[in-house]
């Protein structure tokens, strides 16, 4: 089992930046491939950004390309998400999601989720 811990969600005005984390424990953090997704009121889930165990291959959104960037520390079995040029449309939960296969990562249909963290942009 996995256990996913978010933070750093909260309010910010357009153009403003937020970090989020997310904390792993429970297994070998550094065999799972990692990524941030996000729903907003209304839409379904959708993904942000993924990066794999080896922390080499990243993929983003094209929504949050050049704003958006997903990071690792293996040793504190942790990733970031630093969000620069927020937007209003960034507005969303922000789950953090964790699998031991790339694909089913990329796939929405990871095994282990985070309870989320809100990200709210509006002046």
């Known amino acids: 089992q996995v256990q996913l811990v978010e933070s750093g969600g909260g309010s910010v005005q357009p153009g403003g930046s937020l970090r989020l984390s997310c904390v792993a424990s429970?297994?070998?953090?550094?065999?799972?491939?990692m990524g941030w997704f996000r729903q907003a009121p209304g839409k379904e889930r959708e993904g942000v950004a993924r990066?794999?165990?080896?922390?080499?291959?990243?993929h983003y959104t094209e929504p949050v390309k050049g704003r958006f960037t997903i990071s690792r520390d293996n040793a504190k079995n942790t990733i970031y998400l630093q969000m620069n040029s927020l937007k209003p449309e960034d507005t969303a939960m922000y789950y953090c999601?964790?699998?031991?296969?790339?694909?089913?990562?990329?796939?929405?249909?990871?095994?282990?989720w985070g309870q989320g963290t809100q990200v709210t942009v509006s002046s």
């Open positions: 429970g297994s070998d953090y550094r065999l799972l491939a």
């Open positions: 999601a964790a699998d031991s296969s790339y694909s089913r990562l990329s796939s929405g249909t990871s095994a282990y």
């Open positions: 990066i794999n165990s080896a922390g080499v291959m990243k």
